[in-house]
């Protein structure tokens, strides 16, 4: 029994999420098993992932209550404003997480147990077939993390104990303590800073900052991916929505930026204090004004745009976003070493940011200092955050 319970079936372990250490002999599995196998502690305890004493006294003496200010995050600010309150863990945990879905794929399942019309339980209990597999990715800890946290849950999410937990976490989501502003409040989450594109409304931000009642500021951040990628699909589309935002008719280079300019105001009223791009940036090429108002000009047309013009017109852009970052007094993030969309088939059927980017390996390094080594010189520099998914980097 006690072996079913800690080690499942073909040597899995199935039961509470802990440390196992072998002494030797025959392997057992309980503390007063002589055979070999001891439980050292639980999986999520108070020090989970604090390996030494420093560690240990730097977070319980000193962050452990402090706030929370995320200045990049997914949440859906209309949802925090209505706080919404989620019919069952599956549209929690699996109603848009690409990084669960990307691992699903990773095991197999099929796409209908993923983005597909499955039941939510069937979704839930193909999740919990994957997470014991996920062991070195901090998906599994984030899972049991979350368990542990917030709904005071101690064992492992596997096939044996889904069932359970289903009826156990949506039991406990019909509670009001389970709302989008209850868990926030719960985080002890400050500041969250929402991305954003430059032709949202930021209608539910407005909203929010005349809420009394909810103690969290919810800023947006600018993320001017669209404006960037001058070269992708929908360029033109996306030009008309940021022409009727920023009330202004888009024809020339100019007026661009004159568009983004007015936007980058209307954020800065709305709380918004930085910039969120991401992207693979390998190429740094100036241009003239008369250079990117001619590639411009052929985007506009819907003319195939040759590389060292996308180089010219995205290295451009930047440069000029960066100073006006820095004209309002902004920070600014590069999200570095992603590549977008590797499965295009997938992307048509299910559409962007649906577990289908990758982690990029070009080298980015020369491209980026003179980016920056530039605005240093013309004295438009920002506060800049840098960071990339790539570990080489």
């Known amino acids: 029994m006690h072996q079913d319970e800690c080690r499942g079936k073909a040597g899995k372990f199935y039961g509470s999420p802990a440390l196992l250490l072998e002494k030797g002999g025959a392997p057992g599995c309980c503390p007063e098993d002589q055979r070999g196998w001891i439980v050292l502690e639980p999986f999520i305890n108070d020090n989970f992932l604090l390996n030494s ?3 240990q006294i730097l977070f319980h003496e000193y962050a452990r209550d402090m706030p ?10 209309k949802e925090i404003y209505e706080n919404k309150k989620y019919r069952n863990i599956t549209e929690l945990w699996l109603g848009s997480d690409h990084y669960k879905w990307r691992a699903m794929r990773g095991c197999g399942i099929e796409e209908k147990y993923i983005t597909g019309d499955a039941g939510d339980k069937e979704k839930f209990l193909k999740w919990s077939q994957t997470i014991p597999y996920c062991i070195g990715n901090p998906l599994y800890h984030w899972t049991h993390l979350e368990l542990k946290r917030y709904f005071d849950i101690s064992e492992a999410l596997n096939p044996s104990t889904a069932e359970k937990m289903w009826d156990e976490l949506n039991r406990k989501l019909q509670s009001d303590e389970f709302s989008a502003r209850s868990l926030i409040r719960k985080s002890n989450v400050k500041v969250i800073c929402t991305i954003d594109d430059p032709a949202d409304s930021l209608e539910y931000h407005l909203a929010l900052a005349k809420d009394k009642s909810f103690d969290t500021r919810v800023l947006p951040a600018f993320r001017p991916e669209r404006a960037v990628n001058i070269e992708k699909e929908g360029f033109n589309q996306w030009l008309r929505l940021l022409s009727k935002a920023a009330g202004l008719e888009i024809e020339t280079y100019n007026d661009f930026k004159q568009a983004l300019r007015q936007r980058i105001e209307f954020f800065h009223r709305a709380g918004c204090r930085l910039s969120d791009h991401g992207f693979d940036y390998s190429a740094y090429s100036e241009a003239t004004d008369d250079e990117l108002q001619g590639i411009f000009n052929k ?3 819907h003319e195939l745009l040759k590389n060292e013009e996308i180089n010219k017109y995205r290295t451009g852009i930047l ?13 600014m993030q590069f999200h570095l070493g992603t590549l977008k969309d590797v499965n295009q088939r997938r992307y048509g059927l299910i559409g962007p940011d649906s ?3 990758a ?9 980026l200092s003179k980016l920056l080594n530039k605005l240093d ?3 438009q520099l920002p506060k800049t955050i840098l960071y990339s998914i790539n570990q080489k980097d």
């Open 319 to 331: 440069l000029f976003l960066a100073g006006e970052y820095r004209k309002m007094g902004w920070a």
């Open 355 to 357: 577990g289908f980017d």
């Open 68 to 77: 929370i200010i995320d200045y990049h995050c997914h949440l859906d600010p």
């Open 377 to 379: 010189e013309n004295g």
């Open 359 to 367: 982690m990029g390996d070009s080298c980015i390094i020369g491209a």
């Open 299 to 301: 985007a506009i047309r």
């Open 53 to 55: 004493k420093t560690a």
